[in-house]
């Protein structure tokens, strides 16, 4: 605090040389002259004193006869007399802080971590609706509401906090690991029919009457389980009918036809070695590129990298630079290599399974051919596969039934009519 007060005033740094320098250092001292490091060099005494001890040690100079030469200046009243005709520069110096003043009050980095279910544009579009974006003011955001509405509108995630840090605002979610509410049970009578054609292979009925068994060849539209159950007597006839909801695992094999035409002729991209790079500026909306433009005729294909200004780890600023990279490219039509084309076939009948895994289909035979035709070649066959079949179909029409008694798992229960 000391060294921040003497900066402030001024210092000077001073060598003593004459009659009776000691004389003069217990003036100063009598006088109240603060002096501070005193050190004896070449034949004198040199040390530290303030620009105001000095303008009053003038009379103790001549009482002892002492001479003295300043040999440095230091402080805050030295550099405004050395730049005092600086304004320009002692304007932007002091803009300068200004600027970084006023953007530190608002918001330039949003961050939000622990987010699986949720997708970094759900909550980004959510932020959006609150009138939460980067360049608002800092003083605008209500943490502990942003908290609620986050647990608020969207229902799976099961804890949020938000702060500030300098610049940022930094979001941590966490989402239910577990279903929020357990799906209401359909008990609507139903039955289940065929999605589409094919050969039983499983059939396990929870609830229903099954109509099909392992083996037979169903058709599109087919009752698989009846959700329909006649209620019989004793002599075998029939005197109430119970609809219930039908409930089972019919799997079948089925077929998928595969049809595709790949050209044999096919573009190639090829570098041709040349190289250049550029930078970009964004302030804001104003985005400065400086890049060499492409003559006509040249094909380039670039890459970028952003990067975002910052003082520190939290001190994020609303400016971005960033290397562009470009590489130059000349694409010209080649024909397919008979390996290339296995691997551009195999690549189809890859994203095939792929698309029918997550449809719940499993491949049991793949029957797919490759046939040259002409300036093409085609992609043709049959994958066999299992797959449930099922499909619900509500039973509209009910009868009305008896009032009786009927017996169901061991209990007996009354249906009114």
Request: glycine share 8%; charged share 30%; net charge negative.
């Given at each position: 605090?000391?060294?921040?007060?003497?900066?402030?005033?001024?210092?000077?740094?001073?060598?003593?040389?004459?009659?009776?320098?000691?004389?003069?250092?217990?003036?100063?001292?009598?006088?109240?002259?603060?002096?501070?490091?005193?050190?004896?060099?070449?034949?004198?005494?040199?040390?530290?004193?303030?620009?105001?001890?000095?303008?009053?040690?003038?009379?103790?100079?001549?009482?002892?006869?002492?001479?003295?030469?300043?040999?440095?200046?230091?402080?805050?009243?030295?550099?405004l007399r050395r730049n005092g005709k600086r304004v320009g520069f002692a304007a932007g110096f002091g803009l300068f802080f200004l600027l970084l003043y006023?953007?530190?009050?608002?918001?330039?980095?949003?961050?939000?971590?622990?987010?699986?279910?949720?997708?970094?544009?759900?909550?980004?579009?959510?932020?959006?609706?609150?009138?939460?974006?980067?360049?608002?003011?800092?003083?605008?955001?209500?943490?502990?509401?942003?908290?609620?509405?986050?647990?608020?509108?969207?229902?799976?995630?099961?804890?949020?906090?938000?702060?500030?840090?300098?610049?940022?605002?930094?979001?941590?979610?966490?989402?239910?690991?577990?279903?929020?509410?357990?799906?209401?049970?359909?008990?609507?009578?139903?039955?289940?029919?065929?999605?589409?054609?094919?050969?039983?292979?499983?059939?396990?009925?929870?609830?229903?009457?099954?109509?099909?068994?392992?083996?037979?060849?169903?058709?599109?539209?087919?009752?698989?389980?009846?959700?329909?159950?006649?209620?019989?007597?004793?002599?075998?006839?029939?005197?109430?009918?119970?609809?219930?909801?039908?409930?089972?695992?019919?799997?079948?094999?089925?077929?998928?036809?595969?049809?595709?035409?790949?050209?044999?002729?096919?573009?190639?991209?090829?570098?041709?070695?040349?190289?250049?790079?550029?930078?970009?500026?964004?302030?804001?909306?104003?985005?400065?590129?400086?890049?060499?433009?492409?003559?006509?005729?040249?094909?380039?294909?670039?890459?970028?990298?952003?990067?975002?200004?910052?003082?520190?780890?939290?001190?994020?600023?609303?400016?971005?630079?960033?290397?562009?990279?470009?590489?130059?490219?000349?694409?010209?039509?080649?024909?397919?290599?008979?390996?290339?084309?296995?691997?551009?076939?195999?690549?189809?009948?890859?994203?095939?399974?792929?698309?029918?895994?997550?449809?719940?289909?499993?491949?049991?035979?793949?029957?797919?051919?490759?046939?040259?035709?002409?300036?093409?070649?085609?992609?043709?066959?049959?994958?066999?596969?299992?797959?449930?079949?099922?499909?619900?179909?509500?039973?509209?029409?009910?009868?009305?039934?008896?009032?009786?008694?009927?017996?169901?798992?061991?209990?007996?229960?009354?249906?009114?009519?």
């Amino acid at each position: 605090m000391e060294r921040l007060l003497h900066w402030l005033q001024g210092f000077m740094l001073v060598k003593l040389t004459g009659y009776s320098p000691e004389r003069f250092l217990n003036l100063c001292k009598a006088n109240d002259i603060p002096v501070w490091d005193l050190a004896y060099q070449d034949g004198g005494y040199g040390f530290y004193m303030t620009l105001d001890g000095f303008r009053r040690i003038r009379p103790l100079v001549r009482k002892s006869q002492v001479r003295l030469r300043i040999q440095k200046r230091v402080g805050l009243p030295f550099f405004l007399r050395r730049n005092g005709k600086r304004v320009g520069f002692a304007a932007g110096f002091g803009l300068f802080f200004l600027l970084l003043y006023l953007l530190s009050l608002f918001i330039w980095d949003i961050q939000v971590e622990g987010n699986r279910r949720y997708t970094d544009e759900t909550i980004d579009d959510l932020l959006r609706g609150k009138g939460i974006v980067c360049g608002m003011l800092k003083g605008g955001i209500d943490c502990d509401q942003l908290e609620a509405d986050l647990r608020d509108e969207l229902p799976e995630i099961t804890w949020a906090a938000a702060r500030i840090s300098g610049t940022r605002l930094l979001i941590a979610v966490k989402e239910n690991e577990v279903l929020s509410h357990i799906p209401e049970r359909d008990e609507a009578p139903c039955d289940l029919v065929a999605e589409k054609p094919g050969i039983v292979c499983r059939v396990v009925v929870r609830q229903g009457k099954a109509q099909v068994k392992v083996g037979d060849i169903v058709d599109t539209g087919q009752v698989l389980v009846s959700g329909t159950i006649p209620i019989l007597d004793d002599s075998g006839e029939v005197k109430a009918v119970r609809y219930v909801h039908a409930d089972a695992d019919v799997l079948a094999y089925t077929e998928y036809p595969v049809s595709q035409s790949i050209p044999k002729l096919h573009r190639v991209e090829v570098e041709t070695g040349r190289r250049k790079e550029g930078l970009f500026l964004k302030a804001g909306p104003l985005v400065a590129v400086f890049l060499l433009p492409a003559k006509e005729g040249e094909e380039w294909i670039y890459m970028m990298e952003e990067r975002q200004a910052r003082l520190s780890g939290s001190f994020f600023l609303p400016f971005y630079w960033g290397r562009i990279r470009g590489r130059e490219v000349d694409y010209h039509e080649a024909f397919y290599t008979k390996e290339e084309l296995e691997q551009v076939s195999e690549g189809i009948y890859q994203e095939l399974v792929k698309n029918l895994s997550e449809k719940g289909v499993q491949i049991i035979e793949n029957n797919v051919k490759i046939l040259e035709d002409g300036s093409a070649c085609r992609l043709t066959g049959t994958i066999l596969t299992m797959e449930p079949v099922t499909q619900v179909r509500p039973i509209t029409e009910q009868k009305e039934t008896e009032d009786i008694g009927y017996e169901h798992n061991g209990e007996y229960d009354r249906h009114p009519r």
